[in-house]
Structures are given as structure tokens and as C-alpha cells.
């Protein structure tokens, strides 16, 4: 069985190791001690280990015979026939791991999209469109989307399929991968190749965010990885770039769905709960009147984030209670906190310290604010917060 | 109805702190919770019980300690509980612990698994999904309603990024839930009574006829090699130049650390 | 914080009950007190946990505790709001006369819904002409065929117009002055039985304090709580055993401050360092540490003693009431010093636990009336050792 070993004649009972262990799982008496319970073999005291003292003892994996597997897919995810940006972000890195390869890209898209979107993704990267072109897939169901792309993994064999993190692809991926029996790799955030081995080295943020881990799947083929939406840039389009497009017929029993649609509601966000929001744009005294919140709101509404305020702009009646943020108000403690024309009185502050990232736009530089913000722009919120809303609006095309 | 719910026991990350000299995880006297999101599937299977009747049986894979999770979905009302722990599943990735979970639900039997959408620990949101595979069943994801059971159908809406679907599949089958499913209940005194003295079983690899080679360290095609802290810029950084040059700055720098 | 010796199950009791102070009240108390809203959602969360059963005896449906653990349940809620606390309270004291008096029907029936927290229940015996002095109510009760007609008017009931179940003390005959007083359980919605004005209070905002009036309520016989002539006794023995709750009320109110205060102090920066490095607020924090430990072993004690079956629990009744609520008001008034100017404004959450530690002194007998009754005590040992 695995398990980390100690080299009693190398550790010193330095406790490097203690202090790296995410789970609490070593003590030092005299010497190192492994908590087998606690420990998951992570790895990370093996990596903090200065005397090179510790050890993950190496087991014997039931891999596959991985150099029978060649070439770089990416899941092209479509939402009502519309190909998603995501799919341009996969085929930018999925170019760069495919040329560190020295392999093809190929982009797998399912549905009636139509030629001129399939085209794009050549012009985007794609070497190859493999493409299953059938009414059944317009929809998403996990038993057709996991069943056909496994299909098509079992009898072309990539080394590596890349996806969106998005609510499709962390839905059917995992069912693909356990159908290949193969290794995924969560929400990605960097992906790289190891030349020598022809791995794949993915890194992914962990405990929300507080730690990284890096991760291979050194014996198992597909490599298969799901990626953060917005991380990574977009293709660039080259037009009349050449590719070339194979339709793929799927087997009749990977296109039947158990699971039937009855109906689609589509709701536009229009308030998201305070405390529930992972991004959080507030107002405050420097706004000056209630008619100002509309310049909150627009940059709120293109981060998918919901409208706060401090007390000063509710006392004054500018927006009601329910956005209050601060000891009266919610205490909220979203990724991402922009606060606007906030000073960032003790009462407010309390309220939202604890979020991850906090931007504070204000005029006078002396703002209690800037102290606990994590970026700080002294400026004119009425020329920074329309710069940003621009600067947004291009990102988002 | 039998209702399984799969709960995994994780640290208090909101308490999780980087310790800013030596650049590694605080994480004295850090409680282990239940996983937040498991908490409205606990709810979810509780109330389609009230609702329908049956059983909710909650399971957890996880060293000894993990039994606390057990007692605390038992004092919020679930029947039975069951702990999946053995030495030889440690270092399992979403694979093998999905394997090994199928097992232990096949054992119990079902009607409905209901699984949080992710731990907040591994935030892979992998396990549920993986878990349908194996146990062969439909699943959907993203569930934040029931509508309904009957007729052996299961009607439920799943969130989309763009508003919800309104799905249905034959039981057995599978769902993970997301927090706008419901607000979950706190539990009673009546209830901790009685998880305090509840007997739970304690299952391992054997019990459960998994195949040895298929979980832990040995049965994961993953492996992390490396734990690292991210790079944190110091608080307090000023960004300055005209307005479009600090609104380009920022939202690079929001950008590579993966907020927005 | 010390753990008093408790059981396995009071502290399970204290845990539930601290965490649904923390989770569910926190967050609504500042909003319930501005509103002056009744609670009516956290009572159904007390409920659903079983809280309102930890005084009642097995056989209603409870959980067989006693008077210890409506303590500890009252304390944690105190902690986070008083006005909670005593919509919760306030059920036990219109329940613990029927548990004290109450003949075998009348348990069977009331108490059980008391239990599940389904209903609520309220004591009234203050009027408006008579308040430390009870044996001047005017309330009365004629008896008539088949039962009594009640007439009069009562003041600043808690949880008035919001409970179903009343504990109401009238006269039966008012030429027996206080021997002439009678106990009996009145429905809301029976004939003839109505509320006044929802009062509006300094403090403990979140509770309903009413009015009843009763014209010519007719009660029937079965709903006379011991017997004729008994009010007084009811009253009395029913204070005697709910007066260490005020205490608990007060140590929680206290306690709340206190975690306010440290934490204020150890964040409010003045001079360059955190005011809590100057020696004026450390014996600030220091004696309202000590006052309150002190007034929480005597309330404990209070309700051990009464929980073993002590009979003579008037005086340490009333001590622990007297104490813990001049402690309550002490320690508020310091944290409010304390927090300085920002302790004054109603963003922080000390301003209100003054004006709710000021009830306690009032309430349930004023502690003018408590030391009567210590006093009383004392002159009436030192006569029986004579």
C-alpha cells in the first residue's frame, strides 16, 4: 500500500514537513510522524522537505499502454446552436499543448451548428473538426454528450481532451472520464506540457483557492481536464485558415437519452442574493445621489455580480436596505469586492474584509479603504468606473 | 422511497489562512465540517421523505473522524448511517472514490443518490457525476428543484448558466444539488440524542466487494504531484495613470488571478 | 469559559441553542428591534429543535429537563437578542404554573402543544393600578354555573395577542384581599377575551408585550388552575422557579456585551494601538468579566437548587435575579463606554443591549421588591433559629 516513508537516518525533526502538510497529518516527535489517517498522499511535505527525508513510496498503477494515444482534443461546448466563447479559449491552449507536441488540434462539437461555425473553429486553431452532426445532440443530456464523446475517444484515441468548466462540461466530462476509466483534472487554471515525458502538468486552485496542486495523469489515456472559463485568452481568428472536417455518425445507443427535456425557462440575473455573490460592486457617500447607483449597477451586471452600498448611501436613500453592507448590514465575503466611492468607515469594513480580492476606487488617498484593499486606484470614480465599464464591455465582445 | 446521500467531511475553509511568513496553510484548530454543499442534499433527502416516505440513508468515505459528519446528518434527522474507511482507500482521486462510493450505495440500495454539487475542500464537483457511471444509472446535475416523484419518474430543474431546465428520468437515478434547492434545517435536540447513540457501521474495501486494484493511491489515474501556495500580491497595491490605463491594469491583474 | 459540570445533554442544550443565536438570531436582530416585529420565524427554528421541550417533563412531551436548562437555552439567546429570549421565556413562565398546579386533564392538554413549541403561552398578572403591589388587581372572576366570568384588565403581558395559552390570577373574592385570588387558563379566542395596544418598550423590542381585556369572559370550571383562592401561590411559586431565568436573561445580555466589547477594543486603534492595550479598558473588561461569572455561578446554582427539589427557593431566587440584572445593566453601560462614541449609535449592537438590560431590573418583580423578599428571608431565619 502507499504510503509517505520517512528515512529515519536523513530527517532531523525540522518540521518543514508540518508546516507544508495541508491536512495536519505530521507531528514531529524526535523525528517526523505520519498521521496515516489524515494523511492523502499529496505529496507536498515530500516537496517541503529539505533533507530530501521523505518519500512517497511508489506503488504499481494498472495504467495503459499510454503511446497508442496521439493528438489534443478540445469539447467545442454549443448552448442553443451558438458556439460558446469557452470554446475559443480551449482552442488557444489547446494550440499551444498541441504544438509542444508536435501533434494535431482537433475540436469536437455536437449538434446542427451549422458549416460557418464549424469553419471558426478552424480559424481559430482547430486542425480538424470532428463533428457530429445530429439533431439529438442539439440538446444537452449527460447520456448522449458522455456517450458519444467516449465513442469517439475509444476509436480515435487522443492523449489529451480538454472542456469548459462550465455547468455543461463539469456535468458530462466526469461521466466521459469514468466511462474511459481515465484521470480528470478539475477547473484548471494552467496547463503545460512536460516535453520529456509528453504529460500533461495541470494546476488547478484547491481549498478556494488558498492552495495550488499540480497534476498529472501519468499512466492513464485520455489526459482529460476541464478548464476555468475567463482564464485563459481567446484564439485569435485567422481567417481562411485551413482545416479539415470529419462528420461523425454515433452509435444509435449513445444518442438515446434517459433523461427527457420537458421545458427550458431562460432567466436574465437581475439581483443576485449579497451574500451569495462571488462579486460584489458597491456605492457609497462619493456617488453623491441615488442616479449615480446606475453606473454600480452596469459594472455589476457585466461581472455577473450583484450591487451593494455602504450605510451612508442607504441613509440617504439612494438604494434600500437590502444592498446595506457593514455591521448593520450583510456581512458579505464575495472573490471579488469593488468598492466605489466607499471610505470604508470601521462599520463598513468589518462587513466585507474578508474577501478574497478588493478594489478600491476613491478620491482622497488618506481613505480607510486603501489599507485594506488589495488594489487601490486614487482617482475620480466617474472617470474610473466608466473606463472599466468600457474596458469590460471589449472584453466581453 | 430509499434515498442515499453522499456527504463528505472537509475542513473549515473559511478559516483556512495562509500564514503570511511562512507562506503555508494555518490550520490549527480548524473544525471539520460537513461539507456545506452536502448539507442542502442532507435537507433535500429529508424533506422528499417527508414527502414521500422511505428512508434517508447518508454515507461518507473518510478516516475515523468522518463519523462526525454521520452523527450530525443523523441528528438533522437521516435514519441510517454508514462510514466507508479503509486504509487502503487514502490518496483515492474523484475516480476511485466514485468506485468505491457505487459500491457502498449498491450495498445500501437505492431509489435516489443525492450528492452535493462539490466539496469546498477539492471543489471538483467530479464524484457525483462519476458516481452515476458507475452505478449505471441517469443523473442530473445543478438540481434546485424536486418538482416531483412519480410513477418511478423523478422531475426535476437543473441550473443552467442561462436560466433552468426542467428534466425528468426514471429512478433509480441520480442528482447533485446546488444551494438554492432549499435552506437546511438545523438539527434537534431530540435528533443529536439520538445520533449521539446511534451505532455506525464501519465498512471497508472488503465489505463492500470493491476491487482493490480500482481505489487508492494505485486505483487513481491522478496524482497530484505538487501543493504550492499561489503567489499573493501584498495588500495595498496602488494602481495609477489615466483612468483607461488603471481600468487595463486592473482588470489584467483580476484576470490572472482568476476572479473575473 | 468555565463549564459549570454540566451534562452531556445541558451542553448539548447550550450548543443548539448558541448556534441558533449565532446563525439564525444575529443576523435579524438589529432588524426585529427596529421593527419591533415579533419573531415569529425564529420561534418556529426553536421549535423545530426541540428547545421549547427542555422543560417539560417526558410524559408532555418534553425532554424531562428543569429549570438548569431553560437557563442555559435562555442565556445563549440572551447573548445574541433578549427580546428573542423572552418570547421564548415567556412561554415557560405561562407553562410552569400548569406544570406547577396543573391537575392531570390540564397537563395532558396544555402542555404538550407547549412542548412542540406549537403554541405559546404567557403568565398575566400585572394590571395597571397594580404592579409590585399584586394583591391590589382588580381583575375578577365571578363564579357562575359551570365555571367563573372574568372581567378586567391586564398590562404589559409578555408575549400578550401571540400566545394561545394564558395563565390569568383574578380575584374570586376580593373581600379576602390576596387569599381572595384565584389561577385560571384562558384561551385566546374565547368570548369576551381581547388585547389592547401592542406596547412600545425601550428595550427587548422584538417581544409582543400586550394589553388583555376580558368583558365577561366566560372560563369554564375545569380551567381553574388548584384551587380557589390559590392566585397568589401560583404567582408566587411560579416566580420563585422562573426568576433564575430573568438571572440567565441577565448573564446572556451580559455576556453578549462583553464579547462586543473585546472584540471592539482589540480592534479600535486610538493613539497608534489597539485601545484593549490600555490599562483603563483592560479592568474595564476585567471586572465585567468577573461580575458576570459570578452572577452566572449564582444563577446556576439557583437552578440546581431548584431542580433537586429544594422547597425554600424564594430568597436564592430572588438573589440571582437581583444580581445577575444589576450585573446585566452594569456591564452594558461599560461596553457602551467602551465602544466610545460609535457604542452610542445604533450601527453597534451595545446601545440596544443596554436599553434590553434595563428590563431585567424591572421585570418579574423589581429588584426593590427582591431585596424585600431576601430580607424577608433573612428575618424570617434568623426568627425560626431563635
Request: contains cysteine; proline residues 4%; charged residues 25%.
Amino acid at each position: 500500500m502507499a504510503r509517505i516513508k520517512v528515512i529515519e537516518e536523513k530527517c532531523t525533526g525540522c518540521g518543514a514537513c508540518v508546516d507544508a502538510c495541508p491536512f495536519g497529518a505530521i507531528r514531529v516527535e524526535e523525528m517526523a510522524v505520519i498521521d496515516e489517517e489524515k494523511c492523502t498522499l499529496c505529496g507536498a511535505c515530500v516537496e517541503a522537505c529539505p533533507l530530501g527525508a521523505l518519500k512517497l513510496e511508489e506503488v504499481v498503477r494498472t495504467g495503459m499502454d499510454t503511446s497508442k494515444y496521439r493528438g489534443v482534443w478540445v469539447f467545442a461546448e454549443q448552448r442553443h446552436g451558438k458556439v460558446s466563447g469557452v470554446a475559443y479559449e480551449l482552442l488557444n491552449v489547446g494550440r499551444r499543448l498541441a504544438d509542444d507536441l508536435g501533434e494535431k488540434l482537433t475540436a469536437v462539437v455536437f449538434g446542427p451548428i451549422g458549416e460557418d461555425a464549424v469553419r471558426e473553429l478552424i480559424y481559430r486553431g482547430a486542425d480538424r473538426v470532428l463533428w457530429a452532426d445530429d439533431e439529438r445532440l442539439a440538446q444537452f443530456h449527460d447520456d448522449t454528450y458522455a456517450g458519444v464523446l467516449a465513442e469517439m475517444a475509444q476509436a480515435e484515441r487522443p492523449e489529451i481532451i480538454l472542456c469548459g468548466a462550465t455547468s455543461i462540461g463539469r456535468s458530462f466530462f466526469p461521466k466521459a472520464a469514468a466511462k474511459l476509466g481515465t484521470g480528470l483534472t478539475a477547473d484548471c487554471t494552467g496547463l503545460e506540457i512536460d516535453k520529456e515525458r509528453r504529460l500533461l502538468v495541470q494546476t488547478r486552485p484547491a481549498f478556494g483557492g488558498n492552495i495550488m496542486a499540480t497534476i498529472l495523469t501519468p499512466d492513464h489515456r485520455p489526459q482529460m481536464a476541464t478548464v476555468r472559463h475567463k482564464v485563459m485568452k481567446e484564439a485569435p481568428r485567422q481567417e481562411g485558415r485551413e482545416g479539415e472536417v470529419v462528420k461523425w455518425s454515433p452509435r444509435p445507443e449513445n444518442l438515446a437519452s434517459r433523461t427527457t427535456l420537458v421545458e427550458f425557462v431562460e432567466e436574465v440575473e437581475e439581483t443576485v442574493n449579497l451574500a451569495d455573490a462571488d462579486i460584489i460592486v458597491s456605492g457609497g457617500r462619493g456617488l453623491g445621489g441615488p442616479e449615480n447607483f446606475a453606473l454600480i449597477r452596469e459594472l455589476a451586471m457585466l461581472l455577473g455580480g450583484a450591487v451593494g452600498a455602504s450605510r451612508a448611501a442607504v441613509d440617504a436613500g439612494w438604494i434600500p436596505y437590502s444592498h446595506q453592507v457593514g455591521q448593520t448590514g450583510r456581512t458579505v465575503s464575495p472573490k471579488l469586492y469593488i468598492a466605489c466611492g466607499i471610505s470604508g468607515a470601521i462599520q463598513h469594513l468589518v462587513g466585507m474584509q474578508s474577501s478574497d480580492v478588493i478594489v478600491a476606487i476613491n478620491k482622497d488617498p488618506e481613505a480607510p479603504i486603501f489599507k485594506v484593499a488589495t488594489f487601490g486606484i486614487v482617482g475620480d470614480l466617474f472617470e474610473v468606473v466608466p473606463a472599466l465599464i468600457e474596458r469590460l464591455k471589449r472584453r466581453k465582445g | 422511497m430509499d434515498i442515499v446521500v453522499c456527504i463528505k467531511q472537509v475542513p473549515e475553509t473559511t478559516e483556512v489562512k495562509i500564514d503570511p511568513q511562512t507562506k503555508t496553510l494555518v490550520r490549527e484548530g480548524i473544525p471539520g465540517i460537513v461539507n456545506p454543499f452536502d448539507m442542502y442534499a442532507i435537507e433535500e433527502g429529508l424533506r422528499l421523505k417527508e414527502r414521500y416516505g422511505g428512508k434517508v440513508k447518508v454515507l461518507t468515505m473518510g478516516p475515523p473522524q468522518a463519523e462526525d459528519a454521520l452523527r450530525e446528518a443523523l441528528a438533522m434527522g437521516a435514519d441510517e448511517a454508514v462510514l466507508l474507511s479503509d486504509k487502503a482507500l487514502a490518496g483515492s482521486d474523484t475516480l476511485a472514490t466514485s468506485y468505491a462510493l457505487s459500491m457502498a450505495v449498491r450495498k445500501l440500495g437505492y431509489d435516489l443518490v443525492i450528492c452535493g454539487k462539490q466539496a469546498v475542500d477539492g471543489d471538483t464537483a467530479q464524484v457525483g457525476p462519476e458516481m452515476a457511471e458507475h452505478l449505471g444509472v441517469p443523473f442530473v446535475a445543478w438540481v434546485r428543484k424536486v418538482e416531483e416523484v412519480s410513477d418511478g419518474k423523478i422531475k426535476v430543474q437543473r441550473l443552467m448558466d442561462d436560466g433552468y431546465e426542467v428534466l425528468e428520468m426514471p429512478l433509480p437515478a441520480l442528482i447533485t444539488v446546488v444551494k438554492e434547492i432549499n435552506e437546511p434545517r438545523l438539527p434537534s435536540l431530540r435528533g443529536k440524542m439520538r445520533a449521539r447513540k446511534a451505532q455506525i457501521p464501519v465498512w471497508t474495501v472488503e465489505d463492500i466487494g470493491a476491487d482493490p486494484s480500482r481505489v487508492g493511491l494505485e486505483g487513481s489515474p491522478t496524482q497530484v504531484v505538487r501543493v504550492f501556495t499561489p503567489e499573493r500580491r501584498a495588500g495595498g497595491e496602488i494602481l495609477q495613470g489615466e483612468p483607461e490605463e488603471v481600468a487595463d491594469k486592473l482588470v489584467e491583474k483580476l484576470e490572472a488571478m482568476g476572479v473575473i | 469559559m468555565p463549564n459549570y459540570f454540566l451534562t452531556e445533554e445541558q451542553m448539548m442544550i447550550r450548543d443548539l441553542a448558541r448556534q441558533i443565536a449565532e446563525e439564525k438570531v444575529k443576523p435579524v436582530r438589529a432588524e426585529l428591534d427596529e421593527k419591533e416585529e415579533f419573531p415569529w420565524e425564529i420561534v418556529r427554528i426553536l421549535a423545530q429543535a426541540d428547545l421549547f421541550r427542555v422543560w417539560v417533563p417526558e410524559e408532555y412531551g418534553g425532554l424531562g429537563g428543569g429549570t438548569l436548562e431553560l437557563c442555559l437555552a435562555t442565556e445563549e439567546l440572551s447573548r445574541a437578542c433578549a427580546g428573542v429570549a423572552v418570547t421564548y421565556a415567556g412561554s415557560a413562565l405561562g407553562g410552569t404554573p400548569i406544570l406547577l398546579f396543573g391537575n392531570e386533564e390540564q397537563k395532558e392538554k396544555y402542555l404538550p402543544p407547549l412542548a412542540s413549541g406549537e403554541k405559546l403561552a404567557a403568565f398575566a398578572l400585572t394590571e395597571p393600578d397594580a404592579g409590585s403591589d399584586a394583591a391590589a388587581i382588580s381583575t375578577t372572576a365571578e363564579k357562575v354555573e359551570g365555571g367563573y366570568v372574568l372581567n378586567g384588565t391586564k398590562q404589559w403581558i409578555t408575549n400578550g395577542g401571540e400566545a394561545e395559552i394564558y395563565v390569568v390570577i383574578a380575584m374570586t373574592d376580593k373581600t379576602k384581599g390576596a387569599r381572595g385570588a384565584s389561577a385560571f387558563i384562558v384561551e385566546k379566542g374565547w368570548e369576551g377575551f381581547g388585547f389592547g395596544k401592542k406596547e412600545r418598550k425601550m428595550g427587548i423590542r422584538a417581544s409582543a408585550t400586550r394589553e388583555l381585556i376580558f368583558q365577561d369572559c366566560f372560563v369554564p370550571k375545569e380551567n381553574l388552575l388548584g384551587r380557589e383562592g390559590m392566585g397568589f401561590i401560583v404567582a408566587m411559586r411560579t416566580f420563585d422557579r422562573t426568576r433564575p431565568g430573568i438571572g440567565a436573561q441577565s448573564v446572556g445580555i451580559a455576556q453578549g456585551a462583553l464579547d462586543e466589547a473585546l472584540a471592539y477594543a482589540h480592534q479600535r486603534h486610538q493613539f497608534g494601538r489597539p485601545i484593549s492595550s490600555f490599562q483603563a479598558i483592560q479592568h474595564m473588561l476585567a471586572d465585567m468579566a468577573t461580575q458576570i461569572e459570578a452572577a452566572r455561578a449564582l444563577v446556576y446554582y439557583a437552578a440546581r437548587l431548584i431542580d433537586s427539589g429544594e422547597k425554600d427557593i424564594s430568597k436564592i431566587s430572588a438573589m440571582a435575579k437581583l444580581f445577575a440584572s444589576d450585573v446585566a445593566m452594569r456591564v452594558t453601560t461599560d461596553a457602551v463606554q467602551i465602544f466610545g462614541g460609535y457604542g452610542y449609535m445604533r450601527e453597534y449592537p451595545v446601545e440596544k443591549m443596554m436599553r434590553d438590560a434595563k428590563i431585567t431590573q424591572i421585570y418579574e418583580g423589581t429588584n426593590q421588591i427582591m431585596r424585600n423578599i431576601i430580607a424577608g428571608e433573612l428575618i424570617k431565619e434568623l426568627a425560626s433559629r431563635r
